[in-house]
Structure formats: structure tokens, C-alpha cells
């Protein structure tokens, strides 16, 4: 690593993240007023005003294409996009946007990969779907989302679905969890669709909930890891039950359990099953729920901002269960829309959603940035368990289907073991040894160098360097460079004389080991 590139980094100005101040900072925001885009609006804005916090500025636009990409479809824009976007001169360019990308078949694919995570999608230990049924499960998933599936039918085939783990994907629910026992079935159940934590509620109403999965039975059949998941007809007595919120019900000998449990979920007064989405669908775009953690709700974790919360959850229902109907509502919010720099530093700021939380990007989308930059691929396969799994080169990595494939990177950069469930298994906290690598890894250093894109980017500076200087910019960081920048990076450019090909590297290597390339923001 020369320590040219080091200077560089000292030198250009990134995303810190830590500043506050009422003027806007050039080029990530503007000075604007908060204007109510939506009820979203207007809920944060009565909250912040109790506490007597200002909201941030209005981000860029250079930084809202940035972030509702990565946001929406878990991918690094392209130059030429970004070109596009900047050049837009209507007034709603923001909103139609949005609407591009909820269209995109990435949005899909990346969407895939979040419920994939809350779903514990995995072949191995200690989950054991096996890479058949990983397959089948991540192609419903994929298709659910794709075809925008109301999310009540999305969660009610999963919780009552019964028959072949390979046939019919969705029993693969009661499959992708660590036990058998009615409890372990209570527990994740509770967890991916209420979002709560059975193991704090009382032994009572803990016994409860498990009465509603208390017939389930397991069987294999002769094909090589597949199993049959069904209520069990064994069971021939009627059965006493209480749902969560106290009422009691008298279940038929005949009739499923899980179904009366999953019709009493889904009723769009339930307590629990609108409000558990909509915080975590929140959370999902703002980096931290408005019930804190997403899937910790408790009567003792009350919710920062009770009226937004409302809001959402009746959104989401009366928009038919429409979970791609909330992103754009979050998304087109001029709360969404702030800038990630305070404009207080009031402790209470990001709880409140004073301004847009940055946090690092997921794994999976870091390494497809890289790979995208650098014109490179990465190669994913699994030699175990049997049949062995080799993945396509063309395939991205938010498009992986199994959590036990894996890399080196990918586990560096926090992607989720996928063992729990839990949202608090992805770990997007910045580490040194995550610093070093992208500072000295020769694979990094590969794609600068032996890249068709960042070659030909390269090519321009010879005659053209500002010109050259501004192509990176915007096809790493979707911005062009400050005139501050300029200066800094052509005084360097002089410096080197001959050689500006290396100062060219030296400048890619600076950006892609910035926080502005690292972070959501």
C-alpha cells in the first residue's frame, strides 16, 4: 500500500457522519427546509419538535440515488445512471425513482436475500434444510416477492403449510428451525411474525402459544433427505388454547392448529402482526426500528415514535398487506430523504430520526460493488453436504441462495450465520481487520488494476486528467468531485509526472477505502 494513497485518504474529504451545524455540507446536502412529503413527515417532525431537536438537512441528490439503490436493490448504481438521475430536471425525479426500482428485477433478488435471513435459510448445520430444499424455498421466497405476494398470504402459507419439504417450499419454515418441540416452533414463529422474544414471556403464556403447534409431525420418505411435514391425525381429543391476547378457543379434533392460530394472526386488528412488519420494514430502510430492536417488542420496549408506528401498521393494511406500498412511503419521505449529518447533538437524534442512520454496507453487496468495479467474480460452492453445489460465475451474491456458502469475505464483513433468525446476526459494524484487508489485499489490488472498467476510466486521464478524476468520482462514489477535491488530487496527479497510471490507482484505491464508499449514507 503506497502511502500516497494513505495521504490521499487524509486528504480527500469522505463521509464522517459525526458532524453537526446549520450550514449544509457540500456536495451530500442541501439547505432546505423540512417540507412534509407524507403522514411520515409530519409524525417525525412532531416528535423532534417535543424534544426540541432540528431535523437534518435535505441529502443531496448525488446522495439519494447513492442510497436508494443500495437501499431498494442492494446494488451500486453505474455511472451512467447516475448521470441520468442528476441530469433530471422534474421535481417528482425522486419518487419515479423510487418506482424504477421497485420494478427492478434486483429488487427482487435483494428483498430475496433479507426474508432469506429472517426465514434462517441454510443447507447445514445447525439447520439442516439440505441443498434441495434450500432451492425450492429460496425460489418461493424469490417469487413471493417478485410478484409483490400481500404479505398475509405470504406469512399464512408459511405457517400452515404441511406436505413434501422438496414440493412444497414453504413447510420448509418448520424445517429451518433448531428443534422440533412445540416450543422451538412457538419461538421462531413468534419471532419472524410478531416480533417478539418468547423466552421473556411468562411460562403461562408461553405453554400457550406452543398449544398452537403442539400436532405437528415429522416423517422421511424414501428419497434422499426429504421429509413430510403434517399435522398429526394421531391426535383425536379436541384441544383447549388461548391466543396471545388472552382469548380462549375450543379447537376441533379435526382442524389444524396452526391455521386457527395463523387466521387469528393475520385479522387486521391483531396486536402484534402488522406492527411487528411495519417496524421491521422501517428498520430494514432506517437502519434501526422505531421499536428498538425490530424484533424485540415488549411491553417495557415501548416504540419512539408511537404515531408513526400507527401510521405504518395502518398502511399496511389498508393497502391490502403491501410491504413494497410501505417502501415507497418510507422511501419518498423527506425523512428518509435527510441528510446522514445532524443537525443536533442531542443523544436522542438517531432514535428519533433526526437524520439518515449510515451504517456499512451488508456483505453481499460490498463484495458485488467490488466485483462490478473491478469487472471480476466471485466463485461459491459447497462441497458439503452432498450433492455437491457449485454456483453459476454470473450469479451475484445477494442472489445466493444458501447460507452456508460462504467466503472468506462475505464472514470478514458480517454477513448472518443464519442460525437464529434474529436481525442482530448481520453485524455491519466496522472492524481493523475489515480496514486492513481492503488497505492491503492483493484481490482488492486486483481489481484496480486488471479492471476493463476502471482501465478504460484510466485511459482518459493521460490527456484528460480532470476529466478522468471526475469518471472515478462518479462511478464509485455517484458524486463528481469537490473543487477542493480537485485541487488536492491534481496537485498529487503533478507529482507523479509520468506515472499517471499509478496515481490513478492511487486514487481508486483512496475512494474504495473510503467511508463514503463503504457506507450507506
Request: one cysteine or more; glycine letters at 4%.
Amino acid at each position: 500500500m503506497r502511502e500516497l494513497t494513505i495521504s490521499l485518504l487524509t486528504c480527500i474529504f469522505t463521509f464522517s457522519g459525526g458532524l453537526y451545524g446549520a450550514a449544509a455540507v457540500i456536495p451530500f446536502e442541501i439547505n432546505a427546509g423540512f417540507a412534509i412529503n407524507n403522514p411520515i413527515d409530519q409524525a417525525v417532525l412532531d416528535s423532534l419538535t417535543e424534544h426540541q431537536i432540528a431535523p437534518a438537512n435535505l441529502c443531496s441528490d448525488a446522495v439519494f440515488v447513492r442510497r436508494v439503490y443500495f437501499d431498494l436493490i442492494g446494488t451500486l448504481p453505474t455511472a451512467q445512471e447516475v448521470r441520468k438521475f442528476l441530469g433530471d430536471k422534474r421535481l417528482d425525479k425522486r419518487t419515479k425513482l423510487v418506482d424504477t426500482l421497485l420494478a427492478r428485477d434486483e429488487f427482487a433478488a435483494y428483498w430475496t436475500l433479507k426474508w432469506c435471513d429472517v426465514l434462517r435459510v441454510k443447507a447445514e448445520y445447525p439447520v439442516n434444510l439440505w441443498p434441495n430444499a434450500v432451492q425450492a424455498y429460496h425460489r418461493w421466497i424469490f417469487e413471493s416477492v417478485r410478484d409483490n405476494k400481500p404479505y398475509d398470504e405470504f406469512a399464512r402459507e408459511l405457517l400452515t403449510a404441511s406436505g413434501s419439504n422438496f414440493r412444497v417450499p414453504p413447510v420448509n419454515f418448520y424445517r429451518a428451525i433448531q428443534g422440533r418441540k412445540p416450543a422451538d416452533i412457538a419461538d421462531a414463529a413468534a419471532l419472524t411474525f410478531m416480533g417478539t422474544r418468547l423466552k421473556i414471556w411468562p411460562q403461562k403464556s408461553r405453554q400457550d402459544m406452543e398449544t398452537f403447534f403442539s400436532r405437528l409431525a415429522y416423517k422421511s420418505t424414501a428419497e434422499w433427505k426429504e421429509e413430510i411435514v403434517y399435522p398429526d391425525p394421531a391426535q383425536t381429543e379436541p384441544l383447549e388454547a388461548v391466543f396471545p391476547d388472552g382469548t380462549k378457543i375450543k379447537i376441533a379434533p379435526d382442524d389444524d392448529p396452526r391455521k386457527v392460530f395463523a387466521d387469528w394472526l393475520i385479522q387486521p386488528d391483531n396486536p402484534w402482526f402488522a406492527r411487528a412488519m411495519a417496524n421491521r420494514a422501517w428498520s430494514w430502510l432506517m437502519g434501526r426500528g422505531i421499536i428498538h430492536e425490530p424484533d424485540d417488542i415488549r411491553p417495557d420496549n415501548p416504540p419512539a415514535n408511537p404515531a408513526l408506528l400507527k401510521y405504518l401498521e395502518a398502511q399496511l393494511v389498508q393497502s391490502d398487506w403491501n410491504i413494497r406500498h410501505l417502501f415507497k412511503l418510507i422511501c419518498t419521505s423527506r425523512t428518509y430523504q435527510q441528510s446522514s449529518i445532524p443537525q443536533s447533538d442531542d443523544p436522542k437524534t438517531q432514535a428519533l430520526f433526526a437524520c439518515y442512520l449510515p451504517r456499512q454496507m451488508d456483505a453481499e453487496v460490498l463484495i458485488d460493488a467490488l466485483c462490478y468495479l473491478g469487472g471480476t467474480e466471485v466463485k461459491y460452492s459447497s462441497a458439503i453436504p452432498e450433492p455437491f453445489t457449485f454456483i453459476p460465475d454470473e450469479h451475484r451474491t445477494i442472489e445466493l441462495a444458501d447460507g452456508s456458502i460462504t467466503s472468506q469475505f462475505l464472514e470478514m464483513f458480517g454477513r448472518p450465520a443464519r442460525d437464529t433468525g434474529l436481525e442482530s446476526e448481520r453485524n455491519s459494524h466496522p472492524t481493523d481487520v475489515q480496514r486492513l484487508f481492503m488497505l492491503n489485499s492483493s484481490d482488492v489490488r486486483k481489481k484496480i488494476t486488471q479492471s476493463p472498467l476502471l482501465r478504460k476510466i484510466f485511459n482518459t486521464g493521460k490527456g484528460k486528467p480532470r476529466e478522468m478524476i471526475a469518471s472515478l468520482y462518479i462511478t464509485i462514489l455517484s458524486r463528481y468531485p469537490t473543487p477542493q477535491e480537485y485541487q488536492t488530487i491534481e496537485k498529487h496527479f503533478a507529482s507523479r509526472r509520468n506515472r499517471t497510471g499509478e496515481a490513478a490507482e492511487d486514487l481508486t484505491w483512496a475512494l474504495l477505502n473510503s467511508r463514503e464508499f463503504l457506507f450507506r449514507h
